[in-house]
């Protein structure tokens, strides 16, 4: 079986895999034989290679070297395109996050590669679908010049454990020093909250402009809290500085996939449905009937938020 390369992307503290990577996993197993290409700083696999098998990668490169952690993206994109050299793989699949997406691109110029950025999904055949205008468009894709990069956007596969032998293998790490033009001078490690990430939460609670203030914002953050759910925001609310970028759910911002979506005075314009319109199960609160998110959600409240959402915490407070 053909060999698929996938770039690993792991917690910012190195604790695990990121939920990412697991998708990439389990996109990259209808190409063939994932293997995982694991790069950073010393000591970054061990973390990781156990769960990297769980999901199907049945090889795990490890290269790990202080000249990949201390400089920016270009060490590892010369590393995967000696390894695009060295083992003629059928694919590379990588994240779609801000890093992925330079690496991917970089690594195209260097291997004189095709490369499809933001892939839903990955057919046997190569072809990818990728969403455009909002989800107004489905487009389908396939490259045609070298070997096919992709990068697959966060939350539209959901990752599936299929377990492999994820034999390690260290590969040589060699930067160059063109590689070293912009160096890591410090991080800053972003503050935890008791929230689940975004992204990756199980259930998330949204606000729009509806919520009509940032004060207001306590509302969304209390039904979260009481769910242990994420909260997110509309572009609508963060624009209106309601609550940060970070937070904001939709085509310019982050998608999201979890188990339930609580759109809490949304209306449901279209680049906020392509960020959330994957969801298992959507619930809309909103004082307008005709709203446009209520075509999308599988239960409605029609309702000022200001009672409903303080009600609904209430009484999931109390029932715990």
Known sequence: MAEVLVLVETAPDGSGVRKTTLEALTAARALGEPSAVVLGAPGTAAPVKDVLAEYGAAKVLVGESDDIDAYLVAPKAEVLAQLVADRSPAAVVIPSTPEGKEIAGRLA?????????????????????????????????????????????????????????????????????????????????????????????????SGGRGVASAENFSIIEGLADSLGAAVGASRAAVDSGFYPHSF?????????????????????????????????????????????????????????????????TEQITARK
């Open 109 to 205: 110029i260097k291997t004189g590669s095709g490369f499809l950025t933001d892939v839903t999904e990955i057919a046997a055949d190569g072809t990818a679908t990728q969403v455009a205008f909002a989800g107004a468009t489905i487009v389908h894709a396939k490259v045609t010049t070298g070997t096919p990069i992709y990068t697959l956007r966060g939350n539209s596969v959901a990752p599936e454990a299929s377990a492999a032998a994820g034999e390690e293998e260290t590969i040589a790490v060699s930067v160059s020093d063109a590689a070293k033009q912009t160096r890591v001078v410090d991080r800053v490690v972003e503050q935890k909250s008791d929230r689940p990430d975004l992204t990756e939460a199980a259930i998330v609670v």
């Open 248 to 312: 904001q759910v939709g085509q310019t911002g982050k998608t999201v996939s979890p188990q339930l979506y609580i759109a809490v005075g949304i209306s449901g314009a279209i680049q906020h449905r392509a960020g959330m319109q994957t969801s298992k199960s959507i619930v809309a609160v909103n004082k307008d009937p005709e709203a446009p998110i209520f075509e999308l959600a599988d239960f409605g409240v029609v309702g000022d938020l200001n009672t409903v959402v303080p009600a609904a």
